[in-house]
Every structure is written in structure tokens, then in C-alpha cells.
């Protein structure tokens, strides 16, 4: 199978963004239960800087990731950023200090969210910024307004949209345009389930829109769930490769749409050396078939 080895976020605009087609997703650098400070702080500086050097010239963070800490660990280790180098964060989210997600996705809250994410990343303008849906969709419309208003300031380049159905980009679409949308998507998840009391989307229907509208789907949590149910297809298929499942899985998503930009993340430099190799792994069409 031919496997395009880049993406090209926003490619109708006059700033189309070409990234390499995995992406690192800076979550997991944080600490227990994705709050405060990493347990092992030089390991995570040292992995952003490995993922650069490996080509990886996509990252995704948000503000409300520690608090703050992935944020200030990309500047700390990567800063001043090379020309290529494309920063995704997310807004629409905060943290309790009893470590609960809860919305934050009113147009002051989402200002507040964009100029902080300015400071601690040492930006100007966010390349790309995801409206997470958190907790309903009532604030969605009036909130995408508000993104597209410091767009048109400035402060961001391109707006995606997080967590979303079908429906709600399609919603989205009549706005204005959407570059990205970051939802759950693997091999062992595409359909809504339940994360930290919300409901997360994913779906196969929602990748056929975007393929059809030309817009990058980031997937998240795509080893979490994966791995853990240890689909005996996944397994056999590793086996034939002498590699590791989290490896097919990746695999599985580069091959499974050249609009899919897997983002996986992990706190282990081991581990990224790991799902970095998965970029090798040619599936063959048989592969594909056995996997679906």
C-alpha cells in the first residue's frame, strides 16, 4: 500500500501547514493523572528533543496539561522553535485542583485560554488550535465564533475542532474553516464512549467526512483502549512482523486513511523509539483486510 508520509493541514488556505505524518502528543509528560509536574522531569525533556530530531515536527498540547506543564517543558527544551515546527494546542478545558476536567469554553474564558498558551509557549500566534468540546455542546457555536474572531486578530493561524460528531462538524463548517478535528480514533475504538465522566467521540463516519472535506483527523487515545483489549488480530499481526502491538496499531491508523495524523504519546523515551519505528512497517492489503 502506498502510505503518504506527510499531511497538509489547511490546504485550500493561504497558510497550508505540511507536517510529517506522525505527530507526538505531549499528555502523558505530565504527572499522575495528567496533572503537575512529570515524575521523571529530564526524560521528558529529553523526549521532545529526540521527537524533533526524529523528524517529528508536530506537537499537541494544551494549557490545562499539568497545569501548564507541557506547555512550558516544549519551551524549555525546544525554544526558539525551528521554522518547521508545528505547535497544536487545545482550549475549551481547565482543571479543578482536585484534578476534575470542567468546561472553560466562554468566549472570555477561551481568550484567556489563547493568551495563555501565547506566554507560556513564547508564540505570537498558536499555528493551530483545537475548541474542545467539554460537557455538552451549548457554548460550541457561540464559542467557535469567538475562536474565529482572534483569527481574524491574529492570535491564531488555524481552528479545529476536539471531540466532536459528525453532525457538529458539519455545524462547524457553515461558520467558517476547519483545518483539523481531534477526536478518539483507533483500531479498537470508533464509536463514543465515556473519558473522565464526558462523552468522547470517535467514529469511522466522522473520518469519512473529513476525508470527503479534505481536513486532518488527529486521533487521540489510539494505544490506551487499543492495547488494552488486546485484539487477537492486532496480536497475530504483530507476531508476523516481530514487532509490538502498539506498533501495528500505529501502523494501522498510517494505512488506514491518508487523513489520519496519529499523535501517540507516552512518557517513555524507550517507548517512543518504539512507536517512531512504526513508520516502517509496511502493511500489505491482505494485513488491512485481516485487521478490519
Not at 486521533?219 to 492486532?234: E, M, N, T, W, Y
Request: hydrophobic share 35%; with cysteine; aromatic share 6%.
Amino acid at each position: 500500500m502506498n502510505v503518504p508520509a506527510t499531511i497538509t493541514i489547511a490546504s485550500k488556505s493561504k497558510n497550508p501547514l505540511t507536517v510529517n505524518r506522525l505527530g507526538y502528543g505531549t499528555m502523558r509528560l505530565t504527572g499522575e493523572g495528567i496533572y503537575g509536574e512529570p515524575p521523571n522531569r529530564p526524560e521528558a525533556l529529553q523526549i521532545l528533543k529526540r521527537a524533533v530530531q526524529s523528524g517529528v515536527n508536530f506537537l499537541d498540547t494544551a494549557d490545562y496539561y499539568g497545569n501548564d506543564v507541557t506547555n512550558r517543558l516544549i519551551a524549555e527544551s525546544l525554544y526558539p522553535y525551528s521554522k518547521d515546527l508545528v505547535i497544536c494546542t487545545k482550549v475549551g478545558a481547565t482543571r479543578k485542583p482536585d484534578k476534575s476536567w470542567i468546561p472553560f469554553n466562554k468566549p472570555e474564558n477561551l481568550r484567556t485560554s489563547i493568551e495563555n498558551n501565547l506566554r507560556t509557549l513564547k508564540i505570537d500566534q498558536v499555528q493551530l488550535v483545537h475548541l474542545r468540546s467539554m460537557g455538552g455542546l451549548s457554548n460550541f457555536e457561540e464559542g467557535l465564533e469567538a475562536m474565529f474572531t482572534m483569527q481574524q486578530e491574529g492570535k491564531i493561524l488555524h481552528v479545529g475542532i476536539s471531540n466532536v460528531t459528525a453532525k457538529d462538524l458539519e455545524t462547524a463548517l457553515t461558520m467558517g474553516s476547519i483545518a483539523t478535528v481531534e477526536n478518539m480514533y483507533g483500531h479498537a475504538q470508533r464509536t463514543t464512549l465515556k473519558q473522565h465522566g464526558m462523552e468522547t467521540h470517535g467514529g469511522d463516519e466522522l473520518l469519512a467526512l473529513c476525508e470527503q472535506n479534505e481536513i486532518p483527523l488527529i486521533p487521540f487515545f489510539s494505544l490506551v483502549h487499543a492495547i488494552g483489549k488486546k485484539d487477537s488480530r492486532i496480536a497475530e499481526t504483530a507476531q508476523k512482523y516481530h514487532v509490538s502491538e502498539a506498533q501495528i496499531n500505529i501502523a494501522w491508523l498510517l494505512h488506514k486513511s491518508p487523513w489520519l495524523l496519529p499523535i501517540p504519546g507516552t512518557s517513555s523515551l524507550k517507548h517512543f523509539e518504539e512507536n517512531m519505528k512504526a513508520v516502517e512497517i509496511k502493511l500489505t492489503d491482505e494485513d488491512m483486510l485481516f485487521l478490519e
